[in-house]
């Protein structure tokens, strides 16, 4: 995984439009200050409500879309204070705003088949990156599965849907959409079933239970996985170190025995890490 070559800026960004996609989550667009082209899929922001009025330390999300290369779009999950501070910013106010942080995804060559495993708001780093699969040509050797516990909670699902040519499967737990159980059990029955490639770059986002059961799955299976961690973090840039991660130590990060979530990733190679 390469680091993010643009260099991260922090400005207040005007929230021009907000709209539910559930029911505990938005999507907040901003107003960047200057054009993004080029950012790689999978980097985050730090954001926080200009006025102050969230706390002091502001909170990671994954940059979830470019609708234009001046205007970014953020998927919400409202869980605690930073996030209810975010969806109380109404459209015209400002969001303070650094980014883009991290490393974020490499694609493969087009060539190479990818299959996402995602969980809920674990699904925001790849609208971007299924967008860029698209324009690679590799539409049919992108595979996704998107979860969750219920039909209502596959955030902003139409947007994923819409993008003609990728392999998208739903998976939820009671079975209001798509395969009857969760992404673990779904892949494992595309991989048994020959509708899921093995020689495939496998990427996951999505809450710890779902990393870990994918983590194990994947190592059992030997399977070549990336991981996007959502691991809690203070400053988003490497000074605090509030977001180690134990690195493997023989793994292509075991010169040090921990790595920051927020520098060397979110994503990191699974072999990389002791997760
Ligand atoms: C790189 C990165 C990208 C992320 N991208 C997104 C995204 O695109 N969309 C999105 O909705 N969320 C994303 N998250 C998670 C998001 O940052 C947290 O949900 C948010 O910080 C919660 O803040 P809060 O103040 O609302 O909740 P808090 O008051 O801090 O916590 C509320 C509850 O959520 C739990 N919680 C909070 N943060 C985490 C976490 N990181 N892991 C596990 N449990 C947690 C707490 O234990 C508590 O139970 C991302 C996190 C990281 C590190």
Redesign the pocket.
């Known amino acids: 995984m390469a680091t993010a070559e643009l260099t991260a800026w922090t400005a207040p960004c005007t929230l021009l439009s907000r709209r539910e996609v559930g029911p505990d989550?938005i999507i907040m667009e901003l107003a960047l200050p200057e054009p993004m082209t080029d950012v790689a899929p999978g980097v985050?922001a730090m954001l926080s409500p200009a006025d102050g009025s969230?706390?002091e330390i502001p909170?990671?999300?994954?940059?979830?879309d470019l609708p234009a290369p001046d205007r970014a779009t953020?998927?919400?999950?409202?869980?605690?204070?930073?996030?209810?501070?975010?969806a109380a910013v109404p459209p015209g106010q400002e969001v303070l705003c650094t980014m883009p942080?991290?490393n974020g995804f490499t694609l493969p060559a087009p060539e190479r088949p990818v299959v996402i495993v995602a969980g809920?708001?674990?699904c925001?780093?790849f609208l971007h990156y299924l967008r860029l699969r698209l324009q690679q040509g590799a539409g049919a050797r992108t595979h996704m599965i998107y979860g969750a516990r219920e039909a209502s909670r596959l955030y902003d699902y139409q947007a994923f849907a819409a993008l003609d040519g990728i392999d998208l499967r739903a998976a939820t737990d009671d079975g209001s959409l798509g395969f009857h159980g969760n992404v673990i059990a779904a892949l494992d029955a595309g991989l048994a079933n020959g509708t899921l490639p093995r020689d495939a770059d496998f990427l996951a986002?999505g809450?710890?239970g779902l990393l870990h059961g994918f983590a194990d799955y994947a190592r059992k299976q030997n399977l070549q996985a990336w991981l996007?961690?959502?691991?809690?973090?203070g400053c988003?840039f490497g000074v605090c170190n509030a977001?180690p991660v134990a690195t493997e130590p023989e793994g292509p990060l075991g010169a040090w025995p921990w790595a920051r979530?927020?520098c060397e990733?979110?994503v990191f190679p699974l072999t990389s890490i002791q997760f």
Do not use: H, W
Request: with cysteine; net charge positive; glycine share 18%.
């Open positions: 989550a985050f969230g706390p909170r990671p999300f994954s940059l979830y953020f998927l919400v999950q409202i869980m605690g204070r930073g996030t209810q501070a975010l942080l991290g809920g708001v674990g925001a780093p986002c809450p710890a996007s961690l959502e691991t809690y973090m988003g977001c979530t927020c990733g979110p």
